[in-house]
């Protein structure tokens, strides 16, 4: 089992930038690849971006390329995801959730943090 809790969350100006941040513990021998999902009210989870935890190879979202970086700190079990030049419409709650296989697929992700919420005001 592996648990992953999120913070960094807030409110920001459209323009601005916000640090999330993903701790994971337990079983992280397990974990292959860290990911992050948002959730818009009314909306379908999707999915934002993603990392392995050993190579660190990334993978983005269209929507998201060029203005969100993930990145990791194996030391730490920690994974971040860096989000600039923010817009209304990223306004979500922002789950981190890991996986043990190469998957974009919410639906194949094991485990789950609590989420955070962002919220980009125009």
């Known amino acids: 089992q592996v648990q992953l809790v999120e913070s960094g969350g807030g409110l920001v100006q459209a323009g601005g930038s916000l640090r999330l941040s993903c701790a994971a513990s337990g079983r992280t021998f397990n974990i292959y690849l860290v990911g992050w999902f948002r959730q818009a009210p009314g909306k379908e989870r999707e999915f934002v971006t993603a990392?392995?935890?050993?190579?660190?190879?990334?993978f983005y979202a269209d929507s998201v390329k060029g203005r969100f970086t993930i990145s990791r700190d194996n030391a730490k079990n920690t994974v971040y995801l860096q989000m600039n030049s923010l817009k209304p419409e990223d306004t979500a709650l922002y789950y981190c959730?890991?996986?043990?296989?190469?998957?974009?697929?919410?639906?194949?992700?094991?485990?789950w943090g609590q989420g955070t919420q962002v919220t980009v005001s125009s």
């Open positions: 990392i392995t935890w050993s190579a660190g190879s990334t």
């Open positions: 959730a890991a996986s043990r296989r190469a998957t974009t697929n919410w639906d194949d992700y094991d485990s």
